[in-house]
Nanobody, 115 residues
């Protein structure tokens, strides 16, 4: 059974940084392209970016390009999202999942960017 657990969210001031983690179980993590999504207040869930199975390729939404970095440690079944230069519009619940197809969603982790 696929299980995805996001962690690392919190309250941060504009311009600050956070590092999110996604711990996976129930499937062979190293075989799958993985992704981060987010859902802001009153908005649809959107793709933040994704990383290839062995981590050699990444792709990002224009809104986060140059500020966010996705990485993964296949030995730990964990994917990360390093978020720098955070803006209020980055506020939302962040989720990880497979890409391009998605499994059931985890609980997500809340990121709030506010002064």
């Amino acid at each position: 059974q696929v299980r995805l657990v996001e962690s690392g969210g919190g309250l941060v001031q504009p311009g600050g940084s956070l590092r999110l983690a996604c711990t996976a179980s129930g499937f062979t993590f190293r075989d799958y392209t993985m992704s981060w999504y987010r859902q802001g207040p009153g908005k649809e869930r959107e793709l933040v970016g994704h990383i290839s199975a062995v981590g050699e390729a990444t792709n990002y939404a224009d809104s986060v390009k140059g500020r966010f970095t996705i990485s993964r440690d296949n030995a730990k079944n964990t994917m990360y999202l390093q978020m720098n230069s955070l803006k209020p519009e980055d506020t939302g619940v962040y989720y990880c999942n497979n890409y391009p197809n998605t499994w059931s969603w985890g609980q997500g982790t809340q990121v709030t960017v506010s002064s």
